[in-house]
Antibody, heavy 122, light 107 residues
Framework: EVQLLESGGGLVQPGGSLRLSCVASGFTFSSYSMTWVRQTPGTGLEWVSTISGSGGTTFYADSVKGRLTISRDNSKNTVYLQFYSLRAEDTALYYC???????????????WGQGTLVTVSS | EIVMTQSPATLSVSPGERATLSCRASQSVGSDLAWYQQKPGQAPRLLISGASTRATGFPARFSGSGSGTEFTLTISSLQSEDFALYYCQQYMDWPLTFGGGTRVEIK
């Protein structure tokens, strides 16, 4: 059974840093790209970042580019999202999601975690 | 960026009736279109890929159609468990983009 478990969310001040983690199980982790998607009540679902199965290729939404880094450790079946300079508009529920197709990325997502909440406020 | 527009925002339907949800892309996405179902307090769940291929676990009353810029999700006879939020997503090009969602509610 595929499982994705996110952690690391919390209350952070504007300008602060935070690292989200997503531990995967039930599939060959390195064979699939992984993605972070966020959700807010006002803006629905927003793609944030994707990393290829090898970790060698990354993609970022313009809204976060330069402010965060996606990475993965295939030995730990874990994907990370490191924020460097959080803004109020980053407040959202962050989901990690598994690519349906394979390691390259740029597809839809057949499994999602339950999400971790990030709140940016002073 | 490919903008995805869903309509209507809210659809009120009686159980047993047919529901038709629309998703429009600002430029052609071919068949690189997915639909997701999301219930309160839960993560989105992949419902349709490739515009028309139903994901495992969803019954045949769900169907997807369309290509290019116009797509439709049809629920042929709504059951109580189908009342939820539905999102479309294009994966033709980066950035990957989602529609704003359609809420299917009980009439």
């Amino acid at each position: 059974e595929v499982q994705l478990l996110e952690s690391g969310g919390g209350l952070v001040q504007p300008g602060g840093s935070l690292r989200l983690s997503c531990v995967a199980s039930g599939f060959t982790f390195s064979s699939y790209s992984m993605t972070w998607v966020r959700q807010t009540p006002g803006t629905g679902l927003e793609w944030v970042s994707t990393i290829s199965g090898s970790g060698g290729t990354t993609f970022y939404a313009d809204s976060v580019k330069g402010r965060l880094t996606i990475s993965r450790d295939n030995s730990k079946n874990t994907v990370y999202l490191q924020f460097y300079s959080l803004r109020a508009e980053d407040t959202a529920l962050y989901y990690c999601a598994k690519d349906r197709v394979g390691p390259i990325g740029g597809h839809d997502f057949d499994y999602w975690g339950q999400g971790t909440l990030v709140t940016v406020s002073s | 960026e490919i903008v995805m527009t869903q309509s209507p925002a809210t659809l009120s339907v009686s159980p047993g009736e047919r529901a038709t949800l629309s998703c429009r892309a600002s430029q052609s996405v071919g068949s690189d279109l997915a639909w997701y179902q999301q219930k309160p307090g839960q993560a989105p769940r992949l419902l349709i890929s490739g515009a028309s291929t139903r994901a495992t676990g969803f019954p045949a009353r769900f169907s997807g159609s369309g290509s290019g810029t116009e797509f439709t999700l049809t629920i042929s006879s709504l059951q109580s468990e189908d009342f939820a939020l539905y999102y479309c997503q294009q994966y033709m090009d980066w950035p990957l983009t989602f529609g704003g969602g359609t809420r299917v509610e009980i009439k």
